[in-house]
Structures are given as structure tokens and as C-alpha cells.
């Protein structure tokens, strides 16, 4: 008996070892963890790496996941059967485990993201393009990271979906939008009992660096979806495909318990002075921003401002006219297809 | 004495609740335990050994209502989910049982220990000189605790010699620390007990009787 519990063990190592596995294929499914101090993150590359293209989805949150939400059956038709895309669930973050001194700091995301790219260089070779695909908080990782020494030479293009690259003037624009947008609903008589609460509301709280109210602000831009009809809500279905499909690498109950961990760890509340409006000059790699029309979330005058401020030479902004934040589930075929253009002229 | 007037209403109604109790040293179990843990995900087995602490029968009218029991164990376990990790724990229970008179049980089970993870698919880390690196071992050690929740059905001595309960339950275990907060990992179990030793040393059956 004493021998068997000793040989287990040893046998858990043994099928814990690791062999490299290296894909090219039009339809590879590779899942492997990139480590980075103290925090081991899943990353899953799926689609075309003949293609030569890697677009890395740099997901929203902070405590989301690419894998388990981004993953869906639009971007698989659309673009992966062009490109390969690593879906990296980030820190603290889908299935990423993490050791008590792993820290959790806009930087600390940044790094991990260079990293993540040397690993992607190494595995599928160095010839492979790179294009980064952010979407909200993944959005202020990008400039973090490509403002940042040279790292732009790494990549060849960002695809900036609804981006939040300024905090603070992020909580700005959805205090004015969700004022004008709702006195204007109200006067037309439409959902007046849910939109005065928030109007008043928005009439006396200024946001000024502050956690409650940024997060009031935040929780409002995402409720008032539901009282806008022009949104085209027919996509994948968004937050449902979490608990509903069964999806590789990916746990419901351990990204729960990482939302958790980034819930608690203050991340929030250091980021809320995070701003990269001075230094989108030093952009230079070409650009694409998408933003919804009636996203209060990360409202649209956000990428308007990365259109003024960026100094790339290539860039297009397109406001898709039916979306609100989650514009890859509001209109999947545009946003998309917009991306396997840009890819198209740029890699 | 003002104290004793206020007791005093305590003090009528104790005869209300009074019991006979008697005990006898009766045979102690060491029980072991095996079980197998699963999820739609992830597949394991527990092993281990449990002590009976205390052991209480509850008769009224001259009948055994239910019996309660207290158990420590300590178990061994292992656990492999797919493209999360593979996992090693061990961990220490305190079990408070309550089996009816037909010999149908429930068990609240808390539980406390260490755990070793090892991821299961490849492992990547890139050096200070940006060298990519593949990892042969990659994993993380947690403080481990939760609860068990189990039904069962519990076998006599006297029926079976051998085989003592199979069981079926809930096992919540959280790791400590994931980023410095919880992980939890949620399982379904399902069990055996198999009588390993009968002795009589230091136990005291209790027996209360109710009116």
C-alpha cells in the first residue's frame, strides 16, 4: 500500500511533463500557458498559421476572458479561417492561476503581453506577423504596451476595439453621453422610469478619480443597452455562451473565482488614473478603431481621440451603427470582416 | 440571589428535557475510504482513512431514533482536468454524521490541507534575455480547505462485516492563495467505507434516552 501512495507522485509528475507541440496547419486548435512572474495564463491559437498572421486578443475586464467569451463562432468563420488567433486570457483572468506574489498592475499586463509574442515568434516562427485586437480594458493594455520602448517593431498593426485608453476622460464622455442621450429619451417619453434615475444621478456626480462613482458609471453604461432597441442584439449570445457552450480551456468556476481575485486586489482602483492620451503620438504602426454608437461603456469620443492624437499614418475609425459595447456580438460580420481587411492591407 | 431568581424559570424547565444517559465502551473503526471524484470536466479519487471519535445513539419511547457519529480522516487525493492542471492534495476531515434508524445517513464534512497543482499542457517562460523556454514542470502549491456534503447508506456490523457505507455528495474544495484570492473547484463524489480495524481501546458508546 505504502508503495503505491509513494508512486503516486511520481505519476502525477509523469503525466504533468511537457512535450513540446508545434502546429502549422489551416486549422489548428493548440492550447499552452505562458508563465510570467508568478502568474501561469492559457493561451489558445486557433485557425490558419500557413497564414503566417497571428492576431493576439487582448481581452476587456480586467477579469475577463478571450477563450471563454471572445472564442465564438463569427470570429472562427470569419477570421480564423484566414488567420490564426491567439485568444490569451490574461492574469488573474478565464483559467490563469496565479501564485500569492504575482502582481497585477497595468505594467505587469503589458509585460505579459510582450512576452506572450516572444513565445508566439518562438513557437510559430519569427516570420509571422503580429497584430494586436484589444477590446475595452485590453484597450488601455495596448498603448501600455506599444508606447513602450520598442516594442511596436514586435507588431504590425493594432485593431482597437471600443478601447478605454483614458480612465478618467472615459468616465467623462459616458457622464455627458448618458445626460444628453437620456434628457433626449426621456423627452420622447421612452423607458422614463429607468433613464431619470440615471440622469440624476449623472447630474451630481462629477467623476473625479473616484472608485464608487467610476463604477456607477460603468455598471450604468452597460444597463442602459437594454432600453436601446436600435442595438442588434441577434449576435452569438455574448455573456450566455459562458455557461452554456462547452469550450476548451476554459472553467466557469475558476474564472469566477479570478474575477473575484481581481475584484479584490485594487486593480480597479489603480487604474482609474491610467492615461495614454499624451502618448499616442508615439504610435506609429497602423491603426483600425471600431466603436459602437451606443457605447456609454467606452464611449465612442475615446476612439475619436486616438483618430487625433495617434501618429500613425494608417489609420480608419468606423462607428458601427446598431452596436453598443460588445460590438463584436452586435454586428459580428462587420466588425470581422473590417478586421480581416485591415489584416489584408497591413501584414 | 437576585442571579438564582432569574435562573430559576431555566431551572423548572430542565426536567422538561431530562434524559437517561448510560455508556459502554463499544468497538471503535478505523474506516477506509475510497472515492472517486468527478465533474463534467475533471476525473480523481480520494483515499483514506477515517477514525471514529464519538459515537451517540438517540433512542425515545425505547426506540433508536438516529444515531450521530464525529470522524477524522485523512485522506490522499488526486484530481487531472483537462487543460486546467493535475492535482495532488492532502488533507485532514472532521466528519459530523447522522444516520436515521433505517440506516440512511447524511455528513457535513469541513476539511483542511495542502495541495500541489501541475499544469498539464505546455509551459512557456521567457527568460531575462528574451529567451523563450519550454517548462518541464509548471504548477503552484495552495493551502487547501472546503466542505464535504454527503449522502449515504450506512451498513451495521452486524449485516456487513466488511463494506461499511457507500456514499454520494458535494465536494467543495477552494485553493488558497489564486492571485492572492480563492479558486474554488466544485465535485461530485461518490464512495465507499471498508472496515479496515475493529478494537476496543478508549471508546465510550454514549446512549441518551428521550422522553
Redesign the interface.
Known amino acids: 500500500m505504502k508503495k503505491y501512495i509513494l508512486l503516486l507522485p511520481i505519476f502525477m509528475l509523469f503525466i504533468s511533463c511537457q512535450k513540446e507541440q508545434i502546429s502549422i496547419s489551416t486549422s489548428i486548435s493548440d492550447l499552452f500557458y505562458l508563465e510570467n512572474q508568478g502568474a501561469k495564463m492559457p493561451v489558445l491559437v486557433e485557425g490558419n498559421t500557413v497564414s503566417k498572421v497571428i492576431l493576439i486578443f487582448v481581452h476587456g475586464g480586467p477579469g475577463g476572458t478571450a477563450i471563454g467569451f471572445n472564442n465564438d463562432e463569427n470570429i472562427s468563420k470569419i477570421v480564423e479561417s484566414k488567420y490564426a488567433v491567439a485568444y490569451h486570457d490574461q492574469r488573474a483572468a478565464g483559467i490563469s492561476q496565479g501564485s500569492a506574489t504575482s502582481k497585477l498592475t497595468l505594467e505587469q499586463y503589458a509585460d505579459d503581453l510582450k512576452k506572450l509574442i516572444l513565445v508566439l515568434r518562438k513557437k510559430y516562427g519569427a516570420d509571422n506577423k503580429i497584430f494586436i485586437l484589444s477590446h475595452s480594458w485590453g484597450g488601455l493594455i495596448a498603448p501600455a504596451f506599444l508606447t513602450e520602448g520598442n516594442n511596436q517593431d514586435l507588431v504590425s498593426g493594432w485593431i482597437n476595439l471600443a478601447g478605454a485608453h483614458n480612465y478618467q476622460l472615459n468616465d467623462e464622455l459616458t457622464r455627458a453621453y448618458l445626460l444628453s442621450y437620456g434628457k433626449e429619451q426621456i423627452a420622447k417619453n421612452i423607458h422614463v422610469a429607468e433613464w431619470k434615475p440615471i440622469v440624476e444621478f449623472s447630474e451630481t456626480h462629477t467623476p473625479d478619480y473616484d472608485f464608487t462613482i467610476s463604477s456607477q458609471y460603468n455598471s450604468f453604461g452597460s444597463s442602459v443597452e437594454a432600453y436601446i432597441d436600435d442595438i442588434n442584439t441577434s449576435g452569438s449570445g455574448g455573456i450566455l455562451n459562458l455557461f452554456i457552450k462547452k469550450k476548451k480551456g476554459f472553467s466557469t468556476f475558476w474564472m469566477l473565482s479570478n474575477s473575484g481575485a481581481t475584484y479584490f486586489s485594487g486593480l480597479t482602483k489603480d487604474i482609474l488614473k491610467s492615461n495614454y492620451s499624451d502618448k499616442l503620438s508615439l504610435i506609429k504602426i497602423p491603426v483600425l478603431n471600431m466603436t459602437g454608437k451606443y457605447d456609454f461603456t467606452v464611449p465612442k469620443g475615446l476612439a475619436e481621440e486616438v483618430m487625433q492624437k495617434i501618429g500613425s499614418k494608417k489609420k480608419r475609425l468606423i462607428i458601427l451603427q446598431h452596436s453598443g459595447h460588445i460590438l463584436m456580438d452586435h454586428e459580428p460580420a462587420i466588425v470581422w470582416g473590417e478586421v480581416v481587411k485591415f489584416v489584408d492591407e497591413n501584414k | 440571589m437576585k442571579y438564582l431568581c432569574f435562573l430559576l424559570p431555566f431551572l423548572l424547565i430542565i426536567p422538561a428535557f431530562s434524559q437517561n444517559d448510560s455508556s459502554f465502551i463499544a468497538k471503535n473503526s478505523l474506516l477506509l475510504n475510497i472515492s472517486p471524484l468527478f465533474s463534467?470536466?475533471h476525473f480523481g479519487t480520494q483515499?483514506g482513512i477515517a477514525k471514529l471519535l464519538s459515537q451517540k445513539e438517540i433512542h425515545k419511547r425505547n426506540k433508536k431514533t438516529f444515531e450521530k457519529e464525529r470522524w477524522l480522516s485523512f485522506d490522499?487525493g488526486?484530481y487531472?482536468?483537462k487543460?486546467?492542471?493535475?492535482s495532488?492534495f492532502l488533507t485532514s476531515s472532521y466528519a459530523l454524521k447522522r444516520i436515521n434508524s433505517h440506516g440512511f445517513y447524511r455528513q457535513f464534512r469541513p476539511f483542511l490541507g495542502i495541495a500541489q497543482?501541475?499544469?498539464?499542457?505546455?509551459?512557456?517562460?521567457?527568460n531575462d534575455k528574451?529567451e523563450?523556454l519550454?517548462?518541464?514542470?509548471?504548477?503552484?502549491f495552495y493551502l487547501t480547505c472546503g466542505f464535504g456534503l454527503d449522502f449515504g447508506r450506512h451498513f451495521s456490523p452486524k449485516k456487513s462485516k466488511f463494506l461499511r457505507d457507500i456514499h454520494a455528495g458535494l465536494l467543495m474544495q477552494t485553493y488558497y492563495?489564486?492571485?492572492?484570492?480563492?479558486?474554488?473547484?466544485?465535485a461530485f463524489q461518490i464512495g465507499v467505507s471498508a472496515n479496515l480495524l475493529t478494537f476496543s481501546k478508549n471508546f465510550k458508546k454514549k446512549i441518551i434516552f428521550k422522553k
Open positions: 463534467p470536466k483515499l490522499l488526486f487531472s482536468q487543460e486546467l492542471h493535475n495532488l497543482t501541475f499544469l498539464n499542457e505546455e509551459s512557456y517562460s521567457v528574451n523563450v519550454l517548462n518541464k514542470i509548471s504548477g503552484n492563495p489564486n492571485f492572492k484570492f480563492i479558486a474554488l473547484r466544485p
